[in-house]
T-cell receptor
Framework: EDKVVQSPLSLVVHEGDTVTLNCSYE??????LLWYKQEKKAPTFLFML????IEKKSGRLSSILDKKELFSILNITATQTGDSAIYLC?????????FGKGTRLHILP | NAGVMQNPRHLVRRRGQEARLRCSPM?????VYWYRQLPEEGLKFMVY????????ESGMPKERFSAEFPKEGPSILRIQQVVRGDSAAYFC??????????????FGQGTRLTVV
């Protein structure tokens, strides 16, 4: 059965800390790995990764994919209270996108 | 260029009534996904549709739930004879399938269904 597993499930850190969120997967017909940020409502798209070893960056966020070991990480440096959210990892196949349960990140001021 | 539009944002139904949730994809997108999210949980896949075609409904309960994406108009997720356990946030996402087969999905704001 296809699965996407995220860890940790929840994380509380202080503003300014760096966090690493993990996502491992076992999915047939892998096409891409996706990261989303969900605050109060709709998930918003962060990254799409398709190739191993190529880091994608957007401001303080970065992500990388390892297709051999079947995992991805999402890094957030110099965290701010606005980074508090649920971070969702998902794997795109030909026919659907499969989501993990998410990591709930809370940044303390 | 409007994003994915879902309505209503909030829906309250009594047990046994029908719930209809609508999703208009982003302009130019012909693929629609429906997901359900329970409190404190991630998004759970329900169904994947293209125009006039259900591609994968493996996440849909066998009874009471149906989905369609007609040639004209929004995609509809229909829940008949709702029960308390149907209370959840229902998210719709649309995507544009790239030639490479890779795709990212963009989400609507969701419909929060409450069954009383």
């Amino acid at each position: 059965e296809d699965k996407v597993v995220q860890s940790p499930l929840s994380l509380v850190v202080h503003e300014g800390d760096t966090v690493t969120l993990n996502c491992s997967y076992e999915v047939t017909n892998f096409r891409s790995l996706l990261w989303y940020k969900q605050e109060k409502k709709a998930p918003t798209f962060l990254f799409m990764l398709t190739s191993s070893g190529i880091e994608k960056k957007s401001g303080r966020l970065s992500s990388i994919l390892d297709k051999k070991e079947l995992f991805s990480i999402l890094n957030i440096t110099a965290t701010q209270t606005g980074d508090s959210a649920i971070y969702l990892c998902a794997v795109g196949r030909d026919d659907k996108i499969i989501f993990g349960k998410g990591t709930r990140l809370h940044i303390l001021p | 260029n409007a994003g994915v539009m879902q309505n209503p944002r909030h829906l309250v139904r009594r047990r046994g009534q029908e719930a209809r949730l609508r999703c208009s994809p982003m302009k130019g997108h012909s693929h629609v996904y429906w997901y359900r999210q329970l409190p404190e949980e991630g998004l759970k896949f329900m169904v994947y549709l293209q125009k006039e075609n259900i591609i994968d409904e493996s996440g849909m309960p066998k009874e009471r739930f149906s989905a369609e994406f007609p040639k004209e108009g929004p995609s509809i997720l229909r829940i008949q004879q709702v029960v308390r356990g149907d209370s959840a946030a229902y998210f719709c996402a649309s995507s544009l399938l790239h030639r490479s087969g890779n795709t990212e999905a963009f989400f609507g704001q969701g419909t929060r269904l409450t069954v009383v």
